[in-house]
């Protein structure tokens, strides 16, 4: 059974920094691409960032390049999202997901190209 679990969330003033962690469990962590996403109160969720099986490459969506970062480690089953320069409209639920292929990310955009969700973590920034 493959369990997804964010951690990390809190509130921040804006301009600040959060470190979110998931952790995986119940599949082989390094042969898939992993994703972070986000639901605001009132909208759709969105993507935030992904990353590769291998960590080579990264993608983010345009609001958060250059403030965010998004790791991995492997050997430890977890991805990362660090979140820096804070601002009052990143506030939303976080989750990370596991894409739905091994060594294969797609279009990582969509929701539908990962099968694993976790239950979220609560980011709110503060004017």
């Known amino acids: 059974q493959v369990q997804l679990v964010e951690s990390g969330g809190g509130l921040v003033q804006a301009g600040g920094s959060l470190r979110l962690s998931c952790a995986a469990s119940g599949r082989t962590f390094s042969r898939y691409g992993m994703g972070w996403f986000r639901q605001a109160p009132g909208k759709d969720r969105e993507f935030v960032a992904a990353i590769t099986w291998s960590g080579s490459s990264t993608y983010y969506h345009d609001s958060v390049k250059g403030r965010f970062t998004i790791s991995r480690d492997n050997a430890k089953n977890t991805v990362y999202l660090q979140m820096n320069s804070l601002k009052p409209e990143d506030t939303a639920v976080y989750y990370c997901?596991?894409?739905?292929?091994?060594?294969?990310?797609?279009?990582?955009?969509?929701?539908?190209?990962?099968?694993?969700w976790g239950q979220g973590t609560q980011v709110t920034v503060n004017s």
């Open positions: 997901a596991s894409n739905q292929n091994t060594y294969y990310i797609g279009n990582v955009y969509l929701r539908d190209e990962y099968d694993y």
